[in-house]
């Protein structure tokens, strides 16, 4: 990797979490899917976002999931824990458990439900920053933790703490992104944490994206980012609009029902959802099959 390159690379599958018949952890699926999306040309991987139905995984078994990627991957990609709760006392705990298992760094989302002032969520990752040593990827998704996390906030973190490395920004607010990029300190990176976004966040000084898609077509989308980090934006546009319209059909529906269901039409199948999520129906595989024929993902 480039010297210049952002530590944790620019591909980052937010990898689904396999599940056997019965909707219980399938480890040796994990780490096979694992190891064909660093065969794909993933730069890291986060385990157990909400593509890997973090809110369902409790965490005993996040902790042999994190065990099983990490004893797949070995040492060839960085893998990347989610820990992040919306409780900060017990995102400490479950972190400081995490980190002997060999991870390379965390993701933490802003807390959800509670609906933190700005100053809430910088205490929370302030304090989860100042109790761990491995890096921190700051995660803001408001349509589903409800609030967004302020440009401000997020400069206050990545200027006060040293471990908190990157933002996975997926707020849709590019005015935002671009405050970020142009005032963070150096070797701060903003990840796009939407597919779709991935291009604009990118010329507005974005380093890559946290991805869904990658778990699908994942050569694909590392060829748009690497175009876009090389400055050609004309075939990065158009690799773009190649798969864009995958990138869109996946969120058809709460992710990750599609993606998984992508897997499975793709001939690597990962298992269902867990409850209050539900399988993708007969039209909406039918529908996506024929997206990912329409991308060439699918004979």
């Known amino acids: 990797m480039a010297d210049d390159a952002p530590r944790f690379g620019r591909l980052i599958p937010a990898m689904v979490t396999p599940f056997d018949e019965d909707r219980e952890l399938d480890l040796d699926r994990a780490q096979a899917l694992a190891d064909r999306l660093v065969e794909g040309g993933s730069d890291a991987l986060i385990i157990n976002g909400t593509t890997g139905e973090s809110p369902t995984v409790f965490y005993p078994q996040?902790?042999?999931?994190?065990?099983?990627?990490?004893?797949?991957?070995?040492?060839?990609?960085?893998?990347?824990?989610?820990?992040?709760?919306?409780?900060?006392?017990?995102?400490?705990?479950?972190?400081?458990?995490?980190?002997?298992?060999g991870v390379d760094g965390f993701m933490c989302v802003v807390p959800y439900y509670n609906k933190p002032p700005q100053e809430g969520m910088y205490q929370h990752f302030r304090t989860i920053a100042d109790a761990v040593e491995l890096p921190v990827i700051l995660y803001n998704i408001p349509g589903r933790c409800v609030v967004n996390m302020e440009a401000e906030t997020t400069l206050r973190l990545a200027h006060d703490c040293p471990n908190v490395i990157a933002i996975k920004e997926a707020s849709g607010r590019m005015d935002q992104v671009e405050r970020i990029v142009a005032e963070a300190p150096a070797g701060f990176s903003v990840y796009s944490g939407d597919d779709s976004a991935t291009l604009e966040i990118m010329r507005r000084g974005g380093v890559g994206v946290i991805s869904t898609i990658a778990n699908v077509a994942p050569a694909r989308m590392k060829e748009i980012v690497d175009l876009c980090a090389a400055g050609e934006w004309e075939r990065a546009g158009q690799a773009n609009e190649a798969l864009l319209p995958l990138m869109e059909g996946l969120f058809a529906t709460s992710n990750p029902i599609l993606v998984k269901e992508a897997l499975k039409l793709a001939g690597f199948p990962v298992?269902?959802?867990?409850?209050?999520?539900?399988d993708a129906t007969p039209e909406q595989s039918e529908t996506l099959a024929a997206i990912m024929r329409q991308v060439g993902v699918l004979a």
């Open 62 to 101: 996040k902790m042999d999931l994190f065990r099983a990627v990490v004893a797949a991957v070995d040492g060839r990609v960085p893998v990347i824990a989610n820990v992040g709760d919306n409780c900060t006392a017990d995102t400490v705990e479950f972190a400081n458990n995490v980190a002997p298992l």
């Open 271 to 278: 298992g269902g959802v867990r409850l209050p999520l539900v």
